[in-house]
């Protein structure tokens, strides 16, 4: 297929497409189109940025818009991480207008209130990360039984984060009978063995290279001792313009690069999972821009407060001197769910140790006991 009207599709998704500028498909997308809109299973492999959520988003509205209307749940899209499922939620309301097709967004770090909102006013597709569907799934808020279709995008990079169990959790509550399509960068050995075993007969696509880096990328290796790698890394940042994008190994160590570089004069932030929605997104949004905010800094009333001040963590003084808990760091939990009374349990029981270690530490002086002390020594007698 050279352009996209001659896909098979309804006149409102060739409106869609022309709407949005999409004329000439990609090669992943000439080649995984046609067998999904026939029904069948794909395994497409690709590298990253070729096209490969609008080579399941427009086969999967086809598809929907075929089959009568129900209610609940028919289709969900798993993908690794928030970031990516708000950009496939993008991609699908482009295409979705004028379907009456909604769709539901369902990942972490962000307010489940608006989410569970969407799945009760009958959004037929869930557009997903594993965590949040699987704690979904487990207090019994959302049904998966009605679902036909299932898309794992990036499944190589779900994997790779430890989402097998809740990926298999979640394909276990969908029918048997439905059309499986994986989209990702590699097939590791892990995936395959998802793939053999999820998938009937599936149409396999692979577009260019996925051993080898993307075209127009330089790879240069530094071999540097471990307490000057912060220096070289500066040097470079100073040295090149335009905007960096730095993977540290863990995320402690990504906010204490972040610092370290913010304190060397280097615009930076830090962006991992144990930060919310709320604080990736300037970083993520002012990043081609150059424009991101310092690590473990807030404004409030107008004055800068810094988180290390904060006791307990997260705590500010405001201009009036009350102290309450920051915005940004207040716990994003619905009260009563599983997350909310976890985080209640362990606030307990780090208050529990606390005292114990106090009082271990700085034991009662009976002797300077002055009245009713006699009493209490031959009692401990």
Known sequence: ??????????????????????VTPTPVQSESIPPALEGRDVVATAQTGTGKTLAFVLPLLESLLKQPIETGVSAVILSPTRELAIQIHETFVKLAKHT??????????????????????????LIATPGRLSDFI?????????????????????????????????????????????????????????????????????VGSVTKPAEHVDL?????????????????????????????????????????LATGGVKSTSIHGNRTQSQRKPGIEGLPAG?????????CSGARHSRRRHRPRGEFRSASGSRGLHPSCRPNRARGSSRHRNDVRNQERTRRHQEDRARAEHPPDLSTRSRGSTRLKNRIK
Request: no cysteine.
């Open 138 to 206: 487990e207090r019994r808020l959302v049904k998966l039984s009605g679902a036909r279709i299932l898309v794992l995008d990036e499944a190589d990079r779900m994997l790779d984060m430890g989402f097998l169990p809740g990926i298999k959790k979640i394909m276990a509550l969908l029918p048997t009978e439905r059309q499986t399509m994986f989209f990702s960068a590699t097939i590791e050995s892990s995936v395959a063995h998802l793939i053999n075993s999820h998938v009937k007969n599936p149409v396999r696509i692979t």
């Open 220 to 260: 240069h290796v530094y071999e540097v001792e471990q307490d000057r790698k912060v220096g070289l890394l500066q040097n470079m940042l100073k040295d090149q313009k335009g905007s960096f994008l730095v993977f540290a190994r863990t995320k402690h160590g990504a906010d204490r690069l972040a610092k370290k």
């Open 100 to 125: 009456g097709i909604r769709d539901a967004v369902v990942v972490g770090g962000m307010s489940e209130h608006p989410q569970l909102d969407s799945i009760r006013r009958g959004a037929r597709v």
């Open 291 to 299: 424009r991101v905010s310092r690590p473990g800094r807030h404004r």
């Open 1 to 22: 297929m050279k352009t996209f009207s001659e896909f098979p599709v309804s006149a409102v998704l060739q409106a869609n497409l022309a709407q949005n500028s999409f």
